[in-house]
């Protein structure tokens, strides 16, 4: 069995971690919330994504090697495609905590964050780290900052929307 890969393992090592710790920051928030995916759903989404992308780059370089390519490509393939599929599979994992009572709409903002936790997972995966910390500190900031100035804003407001 060949055990030599295109990214170092190391790399990868690194890109799951960065993967994990996102999406961990993002379902601690959940967690504590008591909401209905919290921090093992949120890291799984992210470390998920991760793997997958590091499994088609990985293939990807695999087969540019072996067509002696010399980084020319792997022929027909597409990595990016594979991102195509990650976001079909979390948008369905997302709408499984959506339910719809009369009117109201619960769970959005989390399967929101399970959609961010699956891009976060890719960002890292592809080792865009700068990416990843940029917007998981938006995130942070809009699902923290934003839950406490909701609170300043009278229900007879927010039921007006």
Known sequence: MDLSTAIPVWDMAARLAA???CGAAL???REIR???AGLRTHTLVAISAAVTTLVALELYWGMAGHRGGGGGGGGDMDPTRVIQGIAQAIGFIS???MFRAGTTVRGATTAAL???AGALGI???????VLAG???ALCLAVTIVFSYALRWI?????REE
């Open 34 to 36: 008591g909401k209905a």
């Open 27 to 29: 379902g601690l928030d």
């Open 154 to 158: 009278p229900d007879s407001v927010k």
């Open 123 to 129: 960002a890292c995966g592809a080792g865009f780290y």
């Open 114 to 116: 399970i959609w961010m």
């Open 95 to 97: 709408a499984g905590v």
């Open 19 to 21: 993967a994990a710790v």
């Open 134 to 136: 940029m917007a998981l």
